[in-house]
């Protein structure tokens, strides 16, 4: 399977099942849509070949630089990457999908909700501002957390290295249980032959200068959530007293970010139907300085006011292309300059040649399997989202797994278990998307979330266009 387009003054051909990109002229380009329509994983004939040889002599007749050995050299250039299996590859992952998956069974991180509780009331959150509507409300104990961590270490296996997140609602509220949570893990670390990476995930309110000096010390990354310019933050990202915040947490976010050298760490926003012109916000934060960026589509039911729209796509879209082409140029200018407040922006980070492993690619997150949520009194979910969804609790850190069917549910997903993933083009770059985001939109773990589908394949084909820009540079 191969994907084709056009962005930026580039033509681009992705090779599915390789990974391999060709940047290439307008001539090899129209040649391999045709091979692709004649030929495909198939084998070229003497008759296929000439059927492409004429339809290009038709296409540029009159162009003088062009002859018929031209054609014919092109479709050797085809024939040369096909055998070296970096164009038309088959698909050899998809008879060992259940396995790769099966083969990784022990946990290996947590998310650990600290606080189902917040100090803001943004309606747009998926907790029910920060509550978990109601459900395992307050903060957790340290005997929970410290429990919880043992639960991680006694699953792990011979793992090693093991992350925990602390989440919430806002996570700062149990500060205190926090670091004695990090003070016991580093207790633990010689102990048990394990070593913890932590991060934490905080709305700022609560930041200061002890927690920005232990989290530096402690935190492996630390996200930040802030959604741009004070008129699009303070719609959403409120007090609950209704305030906004942003001109409360940015000064700790820039003191934050400065004191790790402007790295190990993200800015988190969230982009609605109100502001759609996202990029906007994007370059607002990048030219406060920030230089880790990541900007999210809401996810919310389809009547709700801030809920992006069919109609929302392709100005979406066009944001996602106009942000590709501000970075690189912010990029060149930073070469040139030193100075053109370049950034990175978390969804097109791509690595071409090397990336994650092929069980990532068709495997995901982990969610359920490697991965899991703990809320304060210690029960386990799949993951944050899932969090409140009974028919998705796993059981709980004090008694193990009690409900080895939600398990068995997200060991046996997989990118090749959604239909609609088959056919996709960008199937090795998204895993088959979010189970979380694929159960509220279809209610089930093996559906897709088909308008994150676009978002993300939009995002992807600019990803790989940054990088065949940053190629042509060198």
Known sequence: MIHQYKLNGFNIVLDVYSGAVHVVDEVAYDAIQLYDQLVGEADLTTETRRDIVLALSEKYEGRIDLGLQDFFDVIDDIEELKAQKKLFSKDIYSADADRFKRNHTVVKALCLHVAHACNMACDYCFAGKGEYHGGDMGLMSFDVGKRALDFLMDNSGSRVNLEVDFFGGEPLLDWGVI????????????????????????????????????????????????????????????????????????????????????????????????????????????????????????????????????????????????????????????????????FTFYHYMIDLTGGPCIYKRISGCGSGTEYMAVTPSGDLYPCHQFVGEEEYKIGTIFDGIQNPQVQEEFAACNVYTRKECRDCWAQLYCSGGCAANAYHATGSINGVYEYGCQLFRKRIECAIMVKAAEAARL
């Not at 010390?217 to 305030?243: A, H, I, Q």
């Not at 000064?251 to 012109?277: C, I, V, W």
């Open 179 to 342: 670091k004695r949570l990090v003070a016991y893990a580093r207790e633990q670390e010689p102990k048990r032959n394990k070593k913890f990476r932590f991060t934490l995930t905080t709305n700022g309110i609560l930041l200061d200068d002890e927690v920005i000096e232990f989290a530096n010390k402690e935190m492996y990354n630390v996200v930040l959530s802030l959604d741009g310019r004070k008129e699009v933050n303070d719609r959403f990202r409120v007090l609950k007293d209704g305030t906004g915040t942003h001109d409360l947490i940015l000064p700790k976010f820039k003191k934050l970010a400065d004191s790790r050298n402007q790295e190990g760490y993200y800015m988190r926003g969230t982009y609605s139907h109100f502001n759609t012109d996202f990029t906007n916000d994007i370059f607002y934060m990048a030219d406060q300085g920030f230089k880790q960026l990541s900007m999210e589509p809401v996810v919310a039911a389809g009547d709700s006011p801030y809920a992006l729209t069919e109609e929302d796509l392709p100005v979406l879209f066009e944001q996602y292309e106009i942000l590709a082409k501000e970075m690189i140029r912010r990029d060149i200018e930073e070469e040139k300059n030193g100075d053109g407040n370049s």
